[in-house]
């Protein structure tokens, strides 16, 4: 199992009801995509950033599926304007050791796949993933 977590805080500047339209985004990034087996989106206590959202996927294939499935993809064309910071963190139980890279480049695949997602990201005040690519201001 993979369990994909999404670090996020919006820009000040949104309105409640953007910010609103954000988190809407990502809960509909789990709840219409088959590849993913539970998900959960709510305020992050404990750490430096507002939401969060974990998505559990079987495998390297349900990795792939979520990253490329059309409401991620939308989510991600729409969404990342209004971020000011965004964080990816991938947990398995894999005993795979090379799995973390695996992951990486399941991540660069889906940047060479949408340059318009990438360039967006590339503008983003802080972005990461677990390339360790992304913008960081």
Known sequence: ?????NLATYKASLSEE?????LEMLRQSG??????????VG????????????YVVEDLDGYWKYLEHPVHVNEELT??????????IDITDSDDP??????AKLQVCHMEEHPDIAALIAKAPSFTVPDGKGSTA
């Open 1 to 5: 199992m993979i369990f994909h977590i």
């Open 43 to 54: 305020r992050a206590f404990g750490g430096e950033f507002e939401y969060a959202a974990v």
């Open 79 to 88: 969404g990342v304007e209004l971020l000011e910071r965004f964080q990816v």
């Open 18 to 22: 953007q910010r609103q339209a954000g």
């Open 98 to 103: 090379d799995i973390g890279e695996e992951i």
């Open 31 to 40: 709840a219409v995509n088959p590849a993913v087996k539970s998900h959960v």
